[in-house]
């Protein structure tokens, strides 16, 4: 599950006909030059949530594209040239098995309900969409992207296409797609009850739509807290996780330390990207 929040927790992504349209472009377009599986994609006002498979190791890339050309393309549209992202790293958390990327996706979808914006997830009136969804045909949206009559490479159209989960084989797509709809109805009636105990009434569609982009919450925002990199049920199995990435971190630092010492030909491990990319160097093979 991929994750990054805008600058400031301002609403720049508060949705709209042409932000809409500008993500969902990105996105088809982005995914399908970078092979890019999606599962589940909720934009919030102020920060997003992809659920992907990323077959070819490229998930770096496919969120450096999508980011600086959402970002842009809004940008342009408004009139604006400041950053729409924060500064900070986006979020990544590896799903290890299959009930687990369930339950992301779950999270993803009912996320307009647990941040108390509508009482349930199909009003919101942004961009959220998941698996099985049926595939969503997306014109290039006006004054930013070229097309080939201009030189450039931006396809008329494109179309942002949702595929199953890996995992649950031995399911039929009907039933699998039953049990994520499940999750989803289970997480937002569990806010929607914790919220009408509260007395905490829903913000509704057109209050949504009336923000300014450049409000932003009154809530404060929690800070050093822990920021996850594995989502994993399984408690023993998140321990091995954590303890193969140590690892890794390990011998990431001493072919670091060998390489700024001289050592042109040592061997990082598998999953290296900045030093293979802009430095080629030299990387263990992937586990089979």
């Known amino acids: 599950m991929l994750t990054r929040r805008v600058r400031g927790r301002t609403f720049l992504l508060r949705p709209s006909k042409r932000t809409n349209q500008i993500v969902a472009y990105v996105v088809a377009v982005i995914a399908a030059r970078r092979n890019i599986q999606l599962h589940a994609l909720v934009v919030m006002s102020n920060h997003w949530h992809v659920c992907l498979t990323d077959p070819d190791g490229a998930i770096v890339d496919f ?97 942002l296409e949702f595929v199953r989960p890996p995992g649950y084989e031995a399911l039929s797509d009907d039933d699998l797609a039953g049990m994520i709809v499940a999750a989803i109805r289970q997480r937002e009636q569990h806010f929607q009850k914790k919220y009408d105990g509260e007395g905490r009434p ?57 390489w700024r010492s001289g050592d042109r030909d040592v061997l990082f491990p598998a999953g290296t990207y900045l030093m293979r990319m802009r430095h080629r160097a030299c990387c263990s093979a992937p586990p089979d």
Request: aromatic letters at 10%; glycine letters at 8%.
């Open 63 to 159: 969120q450096r594209d999508c980011h600086q050309f959402i970002a842009r393309a809004i940008n342009a549209h408004h009139g604006e040239f400041e950053s729409i992202w924060s500064s900070g790293s986006p979020s990544r958390v590896e799903c290890e098995g299959a009930d687990d990327l369930v339950g992301r996706i779950a999270y993803t979808m009912a996320n307009p309900v647990e941040a108390a914006l509508v009482r349930h997830g199909n009003s919101w009136p942004g961009l959220r969409r998941a698996w099985p969804a049926k595939a969503l045909v997306v014109r290039r949206a006006k004054r930013f992207f070229r097309g080939e009559e201009d030189g450039g490479d931006w396809p008329e159209q494109a179309v």
């Open 202 to 258: 829903f913000l509704g569609r057109r209050r949504i739509l009336e923000q300014s982009r450049h409000d932003r919450p009154h809530t404060r925002e929690p800070r050093f807290g822990i920021s996850p990199r594995v989502a994993c049920r399984n408690k023993w199995r998140r321990i091995e996780c954590l303890q193969a990435n140590k690892r890794w971190l390990g011998g990431y630092r001493r072919a670091l330390a060998a």
